[in-house]
């Protein structure tokens, strides 16, 4: 039985259109998954079709190895899930939401005030626990959604924008404990979100959604190896390469491509062991090499080249990459 | 079928009804009303009766068959204006309590979930949709009950003891009363609760929610201006024909409401 997430043409449909269309996906036990794409491309519908809240009209899941379409309430009882807005009572205490939610999942008896204790804690929200919630700030609100999220121990964690509205800090400290939960504890955990910062330290997969459809899915670096080829790297020559310089770097063998940037070239070679050869036919050439460093592609990259590609194929202009990098 | 969950359902009723006590924009409109027809009501007809203890009621009955009007115009006169209004008069307003009660108490559990956006987190809990929706029923259901009920305590406490110097003895509870109480009030609590979870399906807002329900509070309103007017002086039969019928109708719409409840169909309107 497979205890991650498996799901085979997985499709909902909306009176306003289609929610999700045939997604086919699997996560293994204790990785992350990051859902990726735009408003509207179907990654809360996701979560909710993962978590049994809504029913397919096609295809099915196996989560836990559980279908959530028939067995939801069984499943939801070994899940967590953050939702966007926390979906906490303004009118109750951050304590008295956590004892809400815990004799909602059947957590009753001494040991109950403890572990609320302890996540209150963890979560920097000791301080607060006894007052409303009403005038807390989002990131008080979301650390006390995960903790929520996290009362009963669940084996699935479904986190639906996690770090939106967080402060650096926060931020910082959410996605440390979310890649420990899955490193550490073994947790399987499916992270919606538009930060793909955050989703390239955290997510050993991911599914690049827009409109409902499974526009890509896969390892990071599987992705980037059907995306391009060779490996992107950056030579620091302390500034821009000269004609000369490109053409000597473009002359060794594994090179593929050579541009200019403002601190020297930026080349795609064959492997990483082209590097050193690029290097000593640039000092054989006089030229002064500060650093020769290779960059793979990270997530980001992957996203975008991915939104590039497809903005291409269908004839539109490129969307902006708000990093300010050529994809 | 699964057995209830009780633990899940009473911590669901536990939280509304902690958190319904926490807002006065629940609490205050859920109390004046019945302040006002319980207490200060019956207060001032008693206070009424006893500085001109000499008030006709015969004119008011003219149009009301013999047989109806005949226990109060037997009474002495100086009784009969107390006994007409707080006796017969107030019990089909009384019933503007518990449908008000469980009316604003149903939107705020249902459609003010929503506007809370607290919604979407309850529906990926464990808790299975029956025992959310009978754990949203009971968070408005018996608080309108207990708010009738102790109305109704108040309500003896104050028309009696005020009407005390010109009655000399306890009037109500009477028979009526008692069919009212016991039978209608719930009858009615159930119907304005199964009304607005329909209601609350096609609104947003709490507020929304009560906008559209108000239209509920209508009928009865427009019975009770029949009944001060001498038009529809309900007997004790037809008071209890009134509360089957209206447990009827309030248990097939809370029927359908029950079937359209669903986690499907709740999350596609967060």
Same mark, same amino acid.
């Given at each position: 039985?497979?205890?991650?997430?498996?799901?085979?043409?997985?499709?909902?449909?909306?009176?306003?259109?289609v929610?999700?269309?045939?997604?086919?996906?699997?996560?293994?036990?204790?990785?992350?998954?990051?859902? @990726?794409?735009?408003?509207?491309?179907?990654?809360?519908?996701?979560?909710?079709?993962?978590?049994?809240?809504?029913?397919?009209?096609?295809?099915?899941?196996?989560?836990?190895? @559980?279908?959530?379409?028939?067995?939801?309430d069984?499943?939801?009882?070994r899940?967590?899930?953050?939702?966007?807005?926390?979906?906490?009572?303004?009118?109750?205490?951050?304590?008295?939401?956590?004892?809400?939610?815990?004799?909602?999942?059947?957590?009753?008896?001494?040991?109950?005030?403890?572990?609320?204790?302890?996540?209150?804690?963890r979560? =920097?929200?000791?301080?607060?626990? +006894?007052?409303?919630?009403?005038?807390?700030?989002?990131?008080?609100?979301?650390?006390?959604?995960?903790?929520?999220?996290?009362?009963?121990?669940?084996?699935?964690?479904?986190? +639906?924008?996690?770090?939106?509205?967080? +402060?650096p800090?926060?931020?910082?400290?959410?996605?440390?404990?979310?890649?420990s939960?899955?490193?550490?504890? =073994?947790?399987?955990?499916?992270? /919606?979100?538009?930060?793909?910062?955050?989703?390239?330290?955290?997510?050993?997969?991911? /599914?690049?959604?827009?409109?409902?459809?499974?526009?890509?899915? =896969?390892?990071?670096?599987?992705?980037?190896?059907?995306?391009?080829?060779?490996?992107?790297?950056?030579?620091?020559?302390?500034?821009?390469?000269?004609?000369?310089?490109? +053409?000597?770097?473009?002359?060794?063998?594994?090179?593929?491509?050579?541009?200019?940037?403002?601190?020297?070239?930026?080349?795609?070679?064959?492997?990483?062991?082209?590097?050193?050869?690029?290097?000593?036919? @640039?000092?054989?050439?006089?030229?002064?090499?500060?650093?020769?460093?290779?960059?793979?592609?990270?997530?980001?990259?992957?996203?975008?080249?991915?939104?590039?590609?497809?903005?291409?194929?269908? =004839?539109?202009?490129?969307?902006?990459?708000?990093?300010?990098?050529?994809? | 079928? &699964?057995?209830?969950?009780?633990?899940?359902v009473?911590?669901? %009723?536990?939280?509304?009804?902690?958190? %319904?006590?926490?807002?006065?924009?629940? %609490?205050?409109?859920?109390?004046?009303?019945? !302040?006002?027809?319980?207490?200060?009501?019956?207060?001032?007809?008693?206070?009424? #009766?006893?500085?001109?203890?000499?008030?006709q009621?015969?004119?008011?009955?003219?149009?009301?068959?013999?047989?109806?009007?005949?226990?109060?115009?037997?009474?002495?006169?100086?009784?009969?204006?107390?006994?007409?209004?707080?006796?017969?008069?107030?019990?089909?307003?009384?019933?503007?309590?518990?449908?008000?009660?469980?009316?604003?108490?149903a939107?705020?559990?249902?459609?003010?979930?929503?506007?809370?956006? &607290?919604?979407?987190?309850?529906?990926?809990?464990?808790?299975?949709?029956?025992?959310?929706?009978?754990a949203?029923?009971?968070? #408005?259901?018996?608080?309108?009950?207990?708010?009738?009920?102790l109305?109704?305590? #108040?309500?003896?406490?104050?028309?009696?003891?005020?009407?005390?110097p010109?009655?000399?003895?306890?009037?109500?509870?009477?028979?009526?009363?008692?069919?009212?109480?016991?039978?209608?009030?719930?009858?009615? #609590?159930?119907?304005?609760?199964?009304?607005?979870?329909?209601?609350?399906?096609? &609104?947003?807002?709490?507020?929304?929610?009560?906008?559209?329900?108000?239209?509920?509070?209508?009928?009865?309103?427009?019975?009770?201006?029949?009944?001060s &007017?001498?038009?529809?002086?309900?007997?004790?039969?037809?008071?209890?024909?009134?509360?089957? !019928?209206?447990?009827?109708?309030?248990?097939l719409?809370?029927?359908?409401?029950?079937?359209?409840?669903?986690?499907?169909?709740?999350?596609?309107?967060?």
């Amino acid at each position: 039985m497979h205890d991650g997430i498996v799901t085979e043409g997985l499709t909902r449909l909306f009176p306003g259109g289609v929610g999700l269309a045939d997604l086919s996906l699997e996560v293994a036990s204790g990785e992350v998954l990051a859902l @990726l794409g735009p408003n509207g491309a179907g990654k809360t519908t996701t979560v909710r079709l993962l978590n049994g809240v809504l029913r397919p009209d096609r295809g099915h899941a196996r989560v836990l190895g @559980l279908d959530p379409a028939t067995h939801g309430d069984e499943l939801r009882r070994r899940t967590g899930v953050l939702t966007e807005h926390a979906g906490l009572d303004d009118r109750l205490t951050a304590r008295e939401n956590l004892h809400y939610a815990a004799r909602i999942r059947g957590i009753t008896g001494p040991a109950v005030e403890a572990r609320i204790g302890e996540l209150l804690d963890r979560f =920097g929200m000791g301080e607060r626990a +006894d007052q409303p919630v009403r005038g807390a700030s989002t990131g008080q609100r979301k650390r006390l959604g995960l903790a929520r999220s996290l009362l009963h121990d669940p084996e699935v964690l479904f986190l +639906d924008e996690p770090t939106s509205g967080l +402060d650096p800090t926060a931020t910082r400290d959410v996605v440390e404990l979310i890649g420990s939960l899955a490193t550490e504890h =073994g947790r399987t955990i499916v992270l /919606a979100t538009h930060f793909l910062g955050e989703a390239g330290r955290l997510a050993d997969r991911m /599914a690049v959604l827009d409109r409902g459809e499974l526009v890509a899915y =896969g390892r990071p670096a599987d992705l980037a190896d059907d995306l391009w080829d060779g490996l992107e790297a950056e030579v620091d020559l302390g500034a821009r390469a000269t004609t000369e310089q490109l +053409d000597v770097v473009a002359s060794v063998i594994g090179v593929h491509t050579v541009e200019p940037s403002p601190a020297g070239a930026v080349l795609r070679v064959a492997g990483r062991d082209v590097l050193p050869h690029v290097v000593a036919r @640039l000092v054989g050439a006089g030229a002064p090499v500060y650093a020769a460093v290779p960059r793979p592609p990270t997530l980001e990259d992957v996203y975008f080249e991915i939104e590039a590609r497809r903005a291409a194929s269908a =004839g539109l202009p490129p969307a902006p990459d708000p990093r300010g990098v050529p994809t | 079928m &699964t057995r209830t969950d009780w633990t899940a359902v009473w911590g669901v %009723v536990a939280k509304d009804l902690r958190a %319904v006590v926490r807002s006065k924009s629940v %609490v205050i409109p859920m109390l004046a009303v019945p !302040v006002l027809l319980m207490v200060f009501l019956p207060g001032a007809i008693g206070l009424a #009766a006893r500085a001109a203890p000499g008030v006709q009621v015969e004119r008011l009955l003219g149009d009301v068959p013999g047989d109806l009007a005949r226990p109060i115009l037997d009474l002495p006169v100086e009784e009969q204006l107390i006994v007409l209004v707080n006796g017969y008069l107030l019990a089909p307003l009384f019933l503007i309590v518990p449908l008000m009660v469980s009316a604003v108490l149903a939107a705020d559990a249902f459609a003010g979930e929503k506007e809370r956006k &607290t919604l979407e987190s309850l529906l990926h809990s464990s808790i299975r949709d029956r025992d959310l929706f009978l754990a949203k029923f009971l968070s #408005a259901f018996l608080p309108a009950l207990a708010v009738s009920w102790l109305g109704f305590l #108040a309500f003896v406490i104050v028309a009696n003891g005020v009407a005390w110097p010109v009655m000399g003895r306890v009037f109500v509870p009477t028979r009526l009363w008692g069919v009212m109480i016991l039978w209608v009030a719930p009858a009615v #609590a159930t119907l304005g609760l199964a009304v607005m979870v329909r209601v609350s399906a096609r &609104t947003h807002t709490a507020q929304e929610a009560n906008q559209l329900g108000g239209a509920v509070i209508l009928p009865l309103i427009f019975l009770a201006v029949g009944q001060s &007017t001498g038009l529809l002086l309900v007997t004790l039969p037809i008071a209890v024909g009134i509360g089957a !019928v209206i447990w009827a109708v309030a248990l097939l719409l809370l029927r359908g409401g029950v079937k359209r409840f669903t986690r499907d169909a709740l999350v596609a309107q967060v």
